[in-house]
Each structure stands twice: as C-alpha cells, then as structure tokens.
C-alpha cells in the first residue's frame, strides 16, 4: 500500500527557509506570489493492506521522527 505524509509548519511559526524561497521567486520576476511556507513530503510504501493499519503505523512514524510535534503539523494520505 502507498501512502503520502505531508509534514508542514504550523501557523505562527517562522519559516525562514520560506522566507527565502519567495525572495528568490520575486527576485526571478514572478510577480504575485505573496508568501511561500515550505514543508516536507514523505512517500511511503507500507507492508499491509488494511487501510486503519497503515495510517496507525504512519501516525506512529510521523509522532515518533516525522514531525516534530511542537512545531509542525502533518497529514496523512492513504493512497491504496
């Protein structure tokens, strides 16, 4: 089973890499970008096919070394 784990900043957190990125973008010219927050994407093959045990299992992934809770969120796609 292949699932995606999309970890990102929470609101209210500075995201100077973010910060960086737009400024690189405007620097290129693309007008209208008004912010850019950066994230983590983490494509993921799980050995099951029971849906509620892969997202238990990469719940687990993501509290344990994915995220860091204290300042980041994650979401959780099974794709099937």
Known sequence: MK?????????????PQG????????????EGIDSVRQGKVFDIE???QDRSRAEALLK???????AN???ENYTVEVLG
Request: one cysteine or more; aromatic letters at 2%; glycine letters at 8%.
């Open 46 to 48: 799980i050995a099951t």
């Open 60 to 66: 687990q992934a993501c509290e344990k070394l994915l």
């Open 19 to 30: 910060k960086a990125i737009e400024g690189a973008l405007k620097s290129f010219g693309l």
């Open 3 to 15: 699932a995606r784990v999309t970890v990102t900043l929470k609101n209210g957190v500075l995201d």
């Open 69 to 71: 809770l204290v300042v």
